[in-house]
């Protein structure tokens, strides 16, 4: 008898569930819904997510951090999804500009290393950047990657011995073809030849050094590409890798003679070559897996997070030496176009280089992560002005969201400090209650905003995701601005159910934001859900169920007292503070 209950009770709640789920299905396109339980699910599988690793020749700048920015986003948003998500990012440290750049500031190279690698770590931390891994590539565990790696090209004999000449840019630590290379004249009047991609001076280079058989994967990465066709995203990148393989690939010189460069890993069984920096640092990825022994598990996940300007060495040259190596390709490979500042390309000379850390304490860390994903578009160059931040942070987190959270929770409306109760008779499924045509439409927008937000997040259109919350953070500012709950009648019961209907969908809207924000402003976000009470178990994606009540089901929110206020979401910055931040900052 007893167990005939314990079936019974069991098999009812499965059969609830199997009901809420496929009228969820059919009533919603929120395909990633778990009503069983509030607790964040674990997914089996994984994703690994990666940035460039770092040069540390130069300070952090800004479209450092917007790489940093992009790949966090992609790793909290697999998080909250469920998945166990690693996330790496650190610093590129060898090569001959490294060198160089010690050299000039009188310091041991580890040491210059160690302190600029050390700024990155600091900006990181400070912008809420989660990595769960920070490679240097002078660490010993990617010295034993990097040999290890190099000895297995080597006796599969995709590495010989050989001489390059041809056209070098020690500032990209790229080799040019003539095509490639253009006249210029430097900063002194010397006529110059430059790199016509990047601008950047080149030399004429004759050596003798190790060769990989690069023309030997043309038709291998082709074949790729063209069977992957989301292999590099956006598909504009794609198309142009497969503009680059339409011509022959010259093999790639992978060495340098030590005698020019020392600050690198020496060839295995030859001290006197150094390997290419460009295969040294691409091996970080599998540094970070676990490469040699204990890869298996992170390396076919991987997605990489990288700027235009290297492309070419992530998705000729790496699937190249993955392929000669025997080793799976990654997942994916997500391009961001470059910021410029008021038009113009960042450059120390020019002296418009941003410092991430000073403009992240000017409009706060969130604030500056949101302006960043909110604008920043991977297909196209994006413009930065103080300006620009300035406007959209106190249109878009300061009135709109922090507005809004204002209104619902405050005092006068809300005295009680709870999540008010939900009278479907005043909003009813069908017509013949208070609400109008306009709420039913946000009601549908907001319904479908979680699908239409991890479809952008799946594809790192950011901007696209933001943009579809901050539109229907509008409709709920709307949506309470029509019905002006502060006019009701708090003495008439009708009313007063009408008021609480008014808050609960509109805390309810918002609950939706916070969650769906998290990738992108944490802080912020945790703010949010803080003050509605929500707790942190009930912040996944997967538990989010918009305004359960309208479609008759329970809500854990209901009755609930709010959390803590602690104070505006996010203040309005005011231009006057900005420019004297800036100011003062040229000061320093
Ligand atoms: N060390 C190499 C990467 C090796 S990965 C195996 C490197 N480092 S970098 O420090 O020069 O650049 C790192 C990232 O910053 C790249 O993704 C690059 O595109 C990005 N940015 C550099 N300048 C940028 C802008 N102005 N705007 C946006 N991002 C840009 O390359």
Redesign the pocket.
Known sequence: MRIFSLLATRSCKILRSLQQNAFLLSSSRIVAVNFGSTATVNKDGGHYV??????VN?SP????L??AVIADCLHRYKQLQGFNSKFATG??EHGLKVQQAAEAAGKQPLTFCTEVSERFERLFRSCNISHTDYIRTTELRHRQAVEHFWSVLWNKRHIYKGSYEGWYSTQ??SFLTPSQVGDAVDSSGNEIKVSLESGHKVEWMKEENYMFRLSAFRSQLLDWLRGNPKAIQPECFQQAVLQWLQEELPDLSVSRQRSRLQWGIPVPGDASQTIY??LD??V??LSVAGYPNDHEQWWPMAR???????LK??AIY?PAFLLAAGLPLPQAIHV?????VRGK??SKSLGNVIDPLEHSRMFTTDGLRYFLLRQGVPES?CDYTEEKVLKLLNAELADSLGGLLNRCTAAALNPAQVYPSFCSQSFPRGHGGRAVAEDYCMLEAVKNLPFVVEKHYESLHFYKALEAIAACVRQTNGFVQRHAPWKLDRTDGKDQQWLDTIIHVSLECMRVYGTLLQPVVPDISDKLLTRLGVRRDERSFETLDFLPQYWERDSPFEGRALGADSGVLFSRLESQTVKKKTKNSHLK
């Open positions: 990666t940035t460039p690793i770092f040069y130069a700048h800004l479209g450092h917007y790489s610093t590129d990209d630590e920096v460009w640092a691409l970080n990825y990489h997070i990288i700027g235009k300007d290297i060495f992530h790496w961001h176009s470059h910021w410029t390309k960042m160059d």
